[in-house]
């Protein structure tokens, strides 16, 4: 990893765990002891890797990436964390294989309408400012999952899968990190929000949304800068949603 890593301060301090529970957990440990932004967290076997709303993340062990970065960011940082992970993920790796990742709002990656990589953010706060925020990424690598098909959510492919042969993981992490810190430091760029923008797959198209209140269905009509999505509901109300999954892309209206 050092030979490809041309960061100033993402990756220069690294925990090594061949297995622990999660990645996020250990994150939490260095943060709560003082670890300074940019540590970096990584794990060959996760035994309790989650992803969002707490599902479990299947990953064989020594085929992935699992990491967490230790951050300390601005509520405006923060606030974009989401956005420019999403684009750091997708700019490496179509710099290093060629491949097109688009985004399913708000940062689900995917390749041919297949998820690869997932990101899961936490953060503590102390009043109105975080104290520090723990950024998990998980990238199929050289993961096949043919033999899963009944634990996972929805389909999944793999970096290697999609080149049609073994990917080396190093050069890879090293290129996630320099990529993840132009993000960060750019956090608040219009460049990054044009950058997420173009690689949204859902904006234009009838989505079906999993909220904390149920199911809502509508248009997407667009995003704002900090990534929240203009929906319009068949009310023709324009709603502006925050957080929620994607479940489906709905039938178009009229179809």
Not at 150 to 165: C, D, F, I, N
């Amino acid at each position: 990893m050092q030979a490809g890593l041309r960061t100033r301060w993402l990756g220069r301090e690294l925990a090594y765990k061949r297995r622990t529970t999660s990645t996020m957990d250990e994150g939490r440990k260095a943060a709560l002891k003082g670890a300074t932004t940019g540590t970096l967290v990584l794990a060959e076997e996760q035994r309790a890797g989650r992803g969002t709303k707490g599902r479990a993340w299947v990953s064989p062990p020594g085929e992935n990436l699992h990491a967490t970065v230790v951050l300390r960011p601005t509520p405006a940082k923060l606030q974009r964390l989401s956005m420019l992970t999403a684009v750091a993920i997708a700019n490496a790796v179509e710099q290093l294989y060629g491949l097109f990742p688009r985004i399913k709002w708000p940062n689900d990656l995917q390749l041919d309408g297949k998820k690869f990589a997932g990101i899961l953010i936490e953060a503590e706060w102390e009043g109105v400012r975080p104290t520090f925020a723990l950024l998990g990424i998980g990238v199929d690598v050289n993961f096949d999952p043919s033999p899963y098909s009944q634990e996972l959510a929805q389909p999944v492919t793999s970096l290697a899968l999609e080149r049609g042969r073994a990917v080396l993981r190093e050069p890879l992490l090293s290129a996630l990190c320099n990529a993840l810190e132009r993000a960060y430091d750019g956090a608040e760029s219009d460049t990054l929000f044009t950058g997420w923008c173009s690689r949204l797959d859902s904006l234009g198209r009838a989505l079906r949304l999993q909220t904390s209140d149920g199911l809502i269905e509508g248009l997407a009509e667009g995003v704002e800068e900090d990534g929240t999505l203009l929906l319009r509901v068949e009310s023709g109300t324009l709603l502006r949603v925050t957080a929620a999954e994607v479940v489906d892309y709905a039938p178009a209206a009229g179809s």
